[in-house]
């Protein structure tokens, strides 16, 4: 089963500092930035870092993951090639365009990883779409399997792919959006949401997360530590849906004993769908330490 992963946090690879602190932040994932936060006069030296830090730096519970240039950059190699020695927990891969985008880099993944007596299997992949191509070709993309353990939306580099204007809303993306968290579900992976860039606003964050919730996403792309709070507490279960799912599957097995199907719990009709939905609150609940 995937780890949990409400917050993805990115440091720049190429920031010893920036990524010593990350490694004692409150999130899920670090994610050491290949890609975007790192110039290309850097890149060597972002390589060089990231191997480093994650061959001697304690991350304590969080995962460790690396974000590699995208395939058609021509840096992927030499990304995998310095940093597979010192054992990632898994790799984020942009610009994901096409299934063969996406096979192409694991299986030049795995190949780094046999060559270090690594078990490929056990190096996650996290795509990410956020090219008009990337969208057209989702099912095929999300069809991948194992060791893809998730789909991130990009929606800034998608936005500007196909023309559109950005906005606080993100209307403009929607329906990549949603496309996204559908290609997910459909095939067992985790769906990661977008960036908020305001680092300022916390209230727009959280109504963001919310949103981002209500699509279907189990979590969401980080860029600063005082975003992590709303963040994680965003995509945890609260309280009062812990409770209400602890009391519809306890119900819900006392109806079964009698051999009920739906039924009705204070003044609501639980069915089947209900019910899975209070299962995956809980599991949900469970990998956040709640319960």
């Known amino acids: 089963m995937p780890p949990l992963r409400r917050s993805l946090l990115f440091m720049p690879g190429d920031s010893q500092r920036k990524i010593e602190k990350g490694a004692q932040l409150p999130a899920d994932s670090v994610v050491l930035d290949l890609e975007d936060a790192v110039a290309p006069s850097n890149k060597a030296s972002a390589r060089q870092i990231t191997r480093a830090l994650l061959a001697t730096l304690d991350f304590g519970p969080r995962e460790r993951l690396v974000r590699l240039n995208a395939w058609s950059s021509g840096y992927l190699q030499a990304d995998v090639a310095e940093t597979i020695a010192s ?108 960036v908020f860039f305001d680092l300022n606003d916390l209230a727009g964050l959280e109504e963001e997360c919310r949103f981002g919730r209500q699509l279907g996403y189990t979590g969401k792309m980080v860029i600063h530590p005082r975003q992590l709070e709303v963040v994680n507490r965003a995509f945890s279960p609260t309280v009062e849906e812990i409770a209400r799912a602890q009391r519809i599957l306890q119900a819900a097995q006392a109806h079964a004993a009698s051999g009920l199907g739906a039924f009705a719990l204070d003044g609501r009709m639980v069915d089947g769908p209900i019910i899975k939905q209070a299962e995956k609150v809980i599991a949900r609940a469970r990998a956040a330490g709640l319960v």
């Open 87 to 194: 054992r990632p927990d898994g790799y984020v891969i942009p610009k994901v365009d096409s299934a063969e985008d996406l096979r192409a880099a694991r299986d030049f993944i795995a190949a780094q990883a046999i060559q270090h007596n690594l078990n490929p299997a056990e190096i996650a992949l996290l795509a990410i779409i956020e090219t008009a191509k990337g969208v057209m070709n989702l099912r095929e993309i999300a069809q991948l399997g194992p060791p893809l353990q998730a789909l991130i939306f990009g929606a800034d580099d998608l936005a500007a792919d196909i023309g559109a204007i950005r906005t606080p809303s993100s209307l403009e993306v929607l329906y990549a959006r949603s496309a996204v968290v559908i290609a997910a579900a459909a095939n067992g992976l985790q769906a990661i949401d977008i």
